[in-house]
């Protein structure tokens, strides 16, 4: 069984169960973003359980709809992915201006949730009255030999849209 929550063309969540795993799929304006490549063959993002995945929206959606902006204002970026890595570069001897970032990231990107699967590194974060979803997987799991299809982009989703999907994905979840 097979569930679509949102609009492919817009933005949308598609997730599922057969026999052997779970399927996740992330929809941005019809492009599966979760789509990665090795070796020449294509393939969705599947694992054993999405659990970590349904536990982190849950436990961060609060973080992503409300006022937690980027705590460094001294990094420029056009998108959170952007501002993630530019803050990675940034060279930083300051314990606890990294520990804020890294915190940051964790409540506004998935990646941690991955149970060890090829996951795409998405971040999510309010910017005014809309989501938005950022993503640079240029060079996520290269040295695996995977290649993201849609490997960088930006996208912004109105954010009581977004909040629905979310929370629609975490109960549809719990039905597979």
Not at 136 to 157: A, H, L, M, W
Request: one cysteine or more.
């Amino acid at each position: 069984m097979i569930v679509l929550i949102g609009e492919k063309r817009n933005f949308a969540i598609e997730i599922g169960k057969d026999e052997c795993a779970y399927q996740m799929s992330l929809y941005i304006e019809g492009k599966d973003i979760l789509q990665f490549e090795i070796q020449g063959k294509i393939y969705p993002h599947r694992w054993r359980s999405l659990g970590d995945i349904m536990e982190w929206i849950q436990e961060n959606l609060k973080y992503i709809l409300g006022e937690d902006d980027f705590p460094l204002v001294t990094i420029i970026g056009d998108s959170a992915a952007q501002l993630c890595d530019n803050a990675d570069k940034w060279n930083v001897d300051d314990c606890e201006a990294c520990e804020l970032v890294n915190d940051w990231m964790f409540r506004h990107s998935w990646f941690s949730a991955r149970e060890g699967a090829f996951l795409a590194d998405v971040f999510f974060r309010k910017v005014n009255d809309s989501v938005e979803i950022s993503w640079d997987n240029t060079n996520t799991f290269k040295s695996e030999g995977v290649r993201f299809i849609y490997p960088k982009g930006r996208y912004e989703v109105e954010k009581n849209a977004f909040k629905r999907i979310m929370q629609n994905v975490c109960m549809v979840y719990r039905t597979l």
